[in-house]
Structure formats: C-alpha cells, structure tokens
Nanobody, 124 residues
Framework: QVQLVESGGGLVQTGGSLRLSCAVS????????MGWFRQTPGKEREFVAT????????AYANSVTGRFTISRDNAKNTVFLQMNRLKPEDTAVYYC?????????????????WGQGTQVTVSS
C-alpha cells in the first residue's frame, strides 16, 4: 500500500508564499508520476501541477502558471509545490496524488493514490 502525507499548508496574506510537501511511503514498484490538485467547498477537485519521475516534464494549470513550481526529491520520496504570489482564489484544500508509472497526467482518474489534503488559506 502507498501512503501520501501532505504538509506545509497554512494562512498567508495575498502576495505571500507557501511551500507544500508530500511525503510518499510504501511500495511504489519503481517510477511514479506525482500531481497536486485542489478543492474548495462546493466545487470539483481541480488539477494544479504534475511532474514525471525524472522531473524533466511538468505541467501546470493556467491559473497557477508562472506562480507555482512543482519539484521532487526522489531520494527522499518527497514532492514539493512552491506557491508564490498567492491570491485569495488560491484558497483551497491541496491534495497530492500518485500515478504508478506512466507520463504526466492532469485528470483525477489517472491517479492511483491520494493524500488527505492540507488547507491553504490566502487572506485579502
């Protein structure tokens, strides 16, 4: 079984920064793709960013491009989401997700495991 644990969420003012982490444990049987998604009450979970095993390929939602950066440290089984120039509309619960093997992915159904989420609140 694979477990994902997010950390790093919190309250920040508009224009501030946060760095989310997602620690992966358990048996992944080789390479895996990681993604970040977010969800606000009453809305569907939406894609934020994804990264492949080597880190060479990434993709971002239009709403975060240029402000957020996804990265990973495979030696530490951890993926990061650096969030800069935060806006109130970035307020959400952020989830990390893992896709066994494969290429980067932007759809919820393409991921196999999910974390419990971490709250990010951006005050105006």
């Amino acid at each position: 079984q694979v477990q994902l644990v997010e950390s790093g969420g919190g309250l920040v003012q508009t224009g501030g920064s946060l760095r989310l982490s997602c620690a992966v444990s358990g048996r992944t049987f080789g390479s895996y793709v990681m993604g970040w998604f977010r969800q606000t009450p009453g809305k569907e979970r939406e894609f934020v960013a994804t990264i492949n095993w080597s880190g060479a390929n990434t993709a971002y939602a239009n709403s975060v491009t240029g402000r957020f950066t996804i990265s990973r440290d495979n030696a530490k089984n951890t993926v990061f989401l650096q969030m800069n120039r935060l806006k109130p509309e970035d307020t959400a619960v952020y989830y990390c997700a893992l896709r066994l093997g494969g290429a980067i992915a932007t759809m919820i159904k393409e991921y196999d495991y999910w974390g419990q989420g971490t709250q990010v609140t951006v005050s105006s």
